[in-house]
T-cell receptor
Framework: EDQVTQSPEALRLQEGESSSLNCSYT??????LFWYRQDPGKGPEFLFT???AGEEKEKERLKATLTKKESFLHITAPKPEDSATYLC??????????????FGKGTHLIIQP | NAGVTQTPKFRILKIGQSMTLQCTQD?????MYWYRQDPGMGLKLIYY???????DKGEVPNGYNVSRSTTEDFPLRLELAAPSQTSVYFC???????????FGQGTRLTVV
């Protein structure tokens, strides 16, 4: 069973059409939830970290929110340059060491002019 | 302003060959990671390191080895390459266990 599930898998929007991407997680002992953007042929680029339920962060047209079971990435009035794959990842208390991030499969977002 | 640098960017290997994927970072980060990304799948952690001389297995370590002799470098070694190791490999580093990770541009590896 996936510990991090992102939906939808793909989303096509018109320029200016706002929407939200979802990331649900089943891990316990969440240390942090991360959002990344990945362009084709590139490595993931950090967007936000959220640490506790109720926390929100904003950057330009993007706003990330966190509850106890899921996170949303809200995109307001998107532009074609916002087209990318958006990745959600969590870090949690596994009883081990650094352990790295557990990623979802991503949402492929296309913004049409 | 290099960040995390990976070499090579592309490589084709024959089954049974070996190679080392290089990764270096100039941010003085203690934590470094290797991930692989397969089509339609999330990134999977292969190995990680919390500092020079210390490494540990991630979720999918079989067929790989790592070493960490310096803070800057974290090479990934593939011994006896197999088609299942065809993937895109990303190296990343972070300042702390719960801080954002910075990723390299990736190495696209094909094993034929």
């Amino acid at each position: 069973e996936d510990q991090v599930t992102q939906s939808p898998e793909a989303l096509r929007l018109q320029e200016g059409e706002s929407s939200s991407l979802n990331c649900s997680y089943t891990v316990s002992g969440l240390r942090g939830l991360f959002w990344y953007r990945q362009d084709p042929g590139k490595g993931p680029e950090f967007l936000f970290t959220l640490y506790s339920a109720g926390e929100e962060k904003e950057k330009e047209r993007l706003k990330a929110t966190l509850t106890k079971k899921e996170s949303f990435l809200h995109i307001t009035a998107p532009k074609p340059e916002d087209s990318a794959t958006y990745l959600c990842a969590v870090q949690f208390n596994s009883g081990g060491g650094a352990d790295g991030l557990t990623f979802g499969k991503g949402t492929h977002l296309i913004i049409q002019p | 302003n290099a960040g995390v640098t990976q070499t090579p960017k592309f490589r084709i290997l024959k089954i049974g060959q070996s190679m080392t994927l290089q990764c270096t970072q100039d941010m003085n980060h203690n934590y470094m990671y290797w991930y692989r990304q397969d089509p339609g799948m999330g990134l999977k952690l292969i190995y990680y390191s919390v500092g020079a001389g210390i490494t540990d297995k991630g979720e999918v370590p079989n067929g790989y080895n790592v070493s960490r002799s310096t803070t800057e470098d974290f090479p990934l070694r593939l011994e006896l390459a197999a088609p299942s190791q065809t993937s895109v490999y990303f190296c990343a580093s972070s300042a702390g266990v719960n801080t954002e990770a910075f990723f390299g541009q990736g190495t696209r590896l094909t094993v034929v």
